[in-house]
Each structure stands twice: as structure tokens, then as C-alpha cells.
């Protein structure tokens, strides 16, 4: 069975959240399956592993966008380092800068994506047995195939799209349509969503069948998708949820090169408190206070407007009874507000950007990872903590739901149930009693590195979904 992902992102090479690290590792777990052979294609990029590694030019063309003729080059990754083989279009001026997001052309963009992925597959005759369309930015993939005539030779493959969030539809002006390859112009609807072209919307519609991130995630959308409930409801029967697993060879506190001290379940007391005491050392914080420490986008979603009131409400109720440290990006009210406290808190160290290393050292040294996610389709950050001995203090959401339960009802983690400051410090204040109680504190880190998220379980369920 040949397997093609099609993704904007995919870790190592370019990443912007969980869907990166989703593409970067699931076809490399399904390639272990006997049988099966799954390759990722997605867009060239201006990034450092691009000029680290070598590649070869394996197809070179042009298509017509509306009035414009660009130039499709696919390039393959020589030695299949990722475990899969890797393919990058590169579209001069389109498909060939710095970042995945951000640009005012963002939906021709796309657009010229999926176009050149499927110029470049029926020109050279490369026939799979499934296309695997991540997220709207591949989501007009299922209907190209079917109904534009360009695209023959792909008719009737199967297409699986996975919504990784939801709260991302990529709805554009009919304008757009004049870039579209020629379509067989009375399905139009098939692409439309109250007036706008919606790729997401026609994935669902299109896609043979179309998943989620986690169970509790693909309930929700039956009562709140940004307008697509009544989709989603019709076309339940195509509906699936599959928890993301993690890299359980990269996320591996026993090994990660990342790690100053590296542990595992029978040495992780004594080495999550070498890898916190050089942290906070080198953040200025109190070693022997807990630590609790958020990671991720300053975005609302992400319940990270609600972070400044939550450090200074914590620290003043707690008498600055605790450590809280924060690395992320992306707003820049909450980054000027936390660099605030920053000056003011000696109980408060903050990080801003991206940094792949820091976040390895966070999960080996917090005693707590917060995530007040108002949306979260599956999250990672509780898978990855977890693994290394940290406790989630979670919403009880979407796939926080799922792979989160409470300490009262025998889990190893704290839960609240409301997005609001009062919610999230009355959790934090439960940690606060847990840490203080040795035993429970050291159960509870055991407890959760012996928790199984790899992969292999949901490379299984997409593999028995292919082939239904």
C-alpha cells in the first residue's frame, strides 16, 4: 500500500505546531507496518535542513494558474533520513521562502501547492493508493481528482483528510476559482460554504473519509466548528477520531541529546531535580519551589491570553510559593505584558520564540505543564510532558479529554473545566498540596512516564482505515 501525506509542514524541516510533528512521525511508524510504504510531500522552504541535506530533482514543469504559468519542481530527499520518503515542491516566488504562513497570497499560494503536487503525480503516471490531505491547505485535493479532467489519471484513489484544527478553514472569495485547474463547473458546490470557497468544508465533502486528532475533538465539532455543525452532522458516517501519538525515539527523556541529565522511570526523581536546578539556575528561579511552566503559541485558543493574570494571581496567593516560566510567541499584548512581570517577579522567567531545545529542557525539568487551551484537538505538549515525568494541569477539552484524567478518578493529572484565571490557579493551588506531599508527587511521575502515547496504536487505526 503506498501512502502519500500531504502537508505544509512536517518536522524537523518546517514547523509551526502539532501538525508538524504529526507528519514528521506517523508515516515513519506506518512504514514499520509490513506492507506498507508512506511518503510525505510538502512544499520547499528556506530552511536549514534543507541546505543539510541532499536532494534530487525528480520532476520539473509547468502548470497554468488562471493567466499565469509557473514553474513545478519536485526535489527527494537522498537517503530517507526521516524514516519515509520526502518530497519538496518548489514553486519560484510561490513555493520557495522563509516560513509556511504569513503571506498576503496565502490561498493562490496553496492553491498552487495541491495544483503542482497533482501536476506532478499524473504527468508521471505516480499512482497511490491513498492521498492522505492534512488540514485545509491540502483540502481541495479530493475534489481536484475527481472533477477536474486534468487529473484522469487519479480519479477514484482514495483520499483521507484529517482535520488537525478546525478553527482553520481557508475560506476564500469565489474570485479564486479563475486559478483553479479547469473543473467540471456544475459541482461547484461541492467547494462552497455559505458564499465562500472553504477547502476544509470540501474535504469533508469530497475526502473518502476524514478524521480527527482525538475522539473527544470530532464530538465537539457536531456543536461548535465555526459554522460547519450541520457539515460535520450529514456526514458523521465518514467520521473518524484517532488520538496522534508521539515519537517515542525523539521524545525519549533516556536518550534526547537535548537533556543535560537524562533519566528514566527509576532514576527520574533524582535527574528531573539535576535538569530543574540548571534551569533555574540559569533563569534565576528557586529550585526547591515547584515549577510550573507553559509552552506554545500566545494565542487565544491556546488559553494564553489568560497567562498574565494567572502568574500574578498565582504568585500573590501563593506568597510566591512557587516557580512559573513561560516559552512561546506570538502575541504581542501578552509578550509585552509577561515581559512586565518578568521584571517584577523573581518567581517568573519568560522565553520568547520558538526553541526546540528549551522545550525539552522544560518538560525534563517542570514539576507542572499548564494548559488552559480553550480548542485543543489533540495537544502534545501533555503527551510529551508526561513522558517525562511532568504532571498536566489541563482543561478537561477536546484531546485533553482524552488523555488526561484526573487524580480523583485514579489518573495522573489535574483537571479544570472552565478557561478563566480563577479556574486555572484554584488547579495550580491543588498542585501546590500535591508537591509538598513526596510520595504522591513521586507516584504520580512514575505514573505518568509509564503511560504508552507512541504512535504504533494510531498508525494501526489509519492503516485499517485506508483500507476499509
Not at 154 to 161: A, F, H, N, S
Not at 357 to 380: K, N
Amino acid at each position: 500500500m503506498v501512502v502519500y501525506h500531504l502537508s505544509t509542514e512536517c518536522y524537523p524541516i518546517a514547523k509551526v505546531g502539532g501538525l508538524a510533528d504529526v507528519v514528521g512521525a506517523l508515516p515513519k511508524y506506518q512504514n514499520k507496518i509490513k506492507g506498507v510504504d508512506a511518503k510525505v510531500v510538502m512544499p520547499w522552504y528556506n530552511k536549514p535542513f534543507v541546505y543539510d541535506h541532499e536532494f534530487d530533482i525528480v520532476f520539473d514543469g509547468f502548470i497554468h494558474q488562471g493567466p499565469d504559468m509557473l514553474q513545478v519542481q519536485v526535489f527527494k530527499e537522498k537517503t530517507d533520513v526521516l524514516g519515509f520518503e520526502l518530497y519538496m515542491v518548489r514553486i519560484p516566488g510561490l513555493l520557495d521562502r522563509d516560513n509556511p504562513y504569513g503571506y498576503q497570497d496565502e490561498s493562490y499560494q496553496f492553491l498552487a501547492f495541491q495544483h503542482g503536487v497533482l501536476h506532478w503525480l499524473s504527468a508521471m503516471k505516480i499512482r497511490p493508493d491513498v492521498l492522505h490531505c492534512h488540514d485545509y491547505h491540502t483540502g481541495l485535493v479530493p475534489f481536484m481528482i475527481e472533477h477536474c479532467p486534468d487529473f484522469e489519471f487519479l480519479k477514484g484513489v482514495k483520499t483521507i483528510g484529517t482535520i488537525h484544527n478546525g478553527e482553520y478553514q481557508g475560506m476564500m472569495s469565489w474570485n479564486m476559482a479563475n486559478y483553479m485547474p479547469a473543473f467540471d463547473s456544475y459541482k461547484w458546490g461541492l467547494m462552497d460554504w455559505n458564499g465562500y470557497m472553504n477547502p476544509l468544508a470540501s474535504m469533508i465533502k469530497c475526502s473518502s473519509a476524514f478524521t480527527t486528532v482525538s475522539e473527544g475533538y470530532l464530538e465537539e465539532l457536531f456543536v461548535s466548528f465555526r459554522g460547519l455543525e450541520s457539515l460535520v452532522r450529514e456526514e458523521f458516517g465518514k467520521a473518524y477520531g484517532i488520538i496522534n501519538g508521539i515519537d517515542t525515539e525523539v521524545w525519549d527523556p533516556e536518550t534526547d541529546p537535548m537533556l543535560d541529565f537524562n533519566f528514566n522511570v527509576k532514576n527520574a526523581i533524582q535527574q528531573k531535580k539535576k535538569n530543574k536546578e540548571k534551569l533555574c539556575k540559569e533563569y534565576g528561579l528557586k529550585p526547591e519551589l515547584p515549577l510550573f511552566a507553559f509552552i506554545g503559541r500566545f494565542a487565544t485558543e491556546k488559553g494564553a491570553d489568560l497567562l498574565p493574570d494567572v502568574v500574578w494571581k498565582s504568585i500573590k496567593q501563593s506568597y510566591g510559593a512557587l516557580n512559573i516560566m513561560i516559552l512561546g510567541s506570538g502575541n504581542s499584548y501578552i509578550e509585552n505584558k509577561l515581559k512586565e512581570y518578568n521584571y517584577t517577579y523573581s518567581n517568573f522567567a519568560l522565553d520568547l520564540g520558538y526553541k526546540e531545545h528549551l522545550s525539552h529542557q522544560i518538560y525534563a525539568s517542570a514539576d507542572f505543564l499548564l494548559m488552559p487551551s480553550r480548542v485543543e484537538p489533540c495537544g502534545l505538549n501533555q503527551m510529551y510532558s508526561m513522558r517525562y515525568g511532568t504532571i498536566p494541569v489541563v482543561r478537561y477539552i477536546g484531546g485533553l479529554k482524552d488523555t488526561v484524567e484526573d487524580i480523583s478518578r485514579g489518573g495522573a493529572g489535574i483537571n479544570f473545566t472552565y478557561p478563566g484565571v480563577d479556574d486555572i490557579v484554584h488547579a495550580m493551588n491543588r498542585g501546590l498540596s500535591i508537591y509538598n506531599e513526596k510520595d504522591v508527587m513521586e507516584n504520580l511521575i512514575h505514573a505518568n512516564m509509564n503511560f504508552d502515547f507512541a504512535w504504533e496504536k494510531s498508525a494501526e487505526k489509519y492503516i485499517a482505515l485506508y483500507t476499509n
